[in-house]
């Protein structure tokens, strides 16, 4: 999520039962929701995960790679005790850093003002590779458009950059599709691209009703990102 380079904030919700992730990018191109498969013992409570690009600097530093210690820490919170951030320590215990969480108080209100009910999904597909290849292509070729449109031509799902007045290019993502869409929605080339690119089994969806979406399922969490329709 963070490699998207629009969210740098997500709220966990965790209980023992379930560990659910929620982010939205600042400009509310892209909404994330996830769940693990499994649930996340330590991540029992409601905190937010701040400042993304610090905690993979920290995953990815030598000194954690291997035998490193990488614990939660919590803080009693009115007789509960809550995450309150992460340590971390190399085998040796000469190298350490803490990673804060931020307070539920800060976090709560972070999903408030965004409601998506669902969608009746016009075109369902699983990408395939090639087709995911040859979408960077196009957006190489036509990299002054920030956004696409998604139309279903003779069963084919086809996506237009640029228009008529301008350089211009399409491609056909996926054959053989059921369903349609009548709306020509825009949406947003990088992020789109950026969730295309995650490791994991995919589904594209795209409504009418001004959405799109992309499931991401890593084998360890199911990631489901929506996009709001850029008029």
């Known amino acids: 999520t963070h490699d998207l380079g629009v969210i740098d904030l997500v709220k966990i919700t965790g209980t023992d039962a379930e560990t659910a992730i929620f982010g939205i990018a600042e400009d509310r191109s892209v ?3 996830g769940k693990y498969t499994n649930p996340v013992a330590e991540f029992i409570g409601l905190f937010g995960m701040p400042n993304l690009g610090k905690l993979k600097i920290l995953l990815n530093l030598q000194e954690y790679k291997e035998d ?3 614990t939660v820490k919590t803080e009693d919170k009115d007789g509960v005790q809550v995450p309150s951030g992460i340590h971390f320590e190399n085998k040796a215990g000469d190298f350490k850093n803490d990673y804060r ?3 539920p108080s800060v976090v709560s209100d972070l999903s408030k003002s965004i409601t998506f009910k669902g969608a009746n999904w016009g075109v369902e597909i699983e990408p395939s590779v090639a087709s995911i290849q040859r979408m960077r292509f196009q957006a190489q070729a036509n990299n002054e458009e920030t956004t696409f449109v998604a139309r ?3 069963n084919n799902l086809v996506f237009y950059f640029g228009t008529q007045a301008t350089h211009a290019g399409n491609f056909v993502f996926a054959s053989d599709v059921s369903g349609n ?4 929605w825009a949406w947003p080339v990088n992020a789109f691209i950026g969730v ?8 594209v969806r795209f409504s009418d009703a001004g959405a799109a979406q992309i499931t991401v399922d890593s084998g360890l969490a199911i990631y489901t990102y929506t996009f709001p329709a850029i008029t």
């Open 196 to 203: 295309l690119a995650l490791s994991g089994d995919k589904i």
């Open 101 to 103: 969480l931020m307070a």
């Open 152 to 154: 279903v031509e003779k």
């Open 181 to 184: 869409i009548t709306k020509q």
């Open 31 to 33: 909404i994330v929701e």
């Open 68 to 70: 490193a210690s990488i």
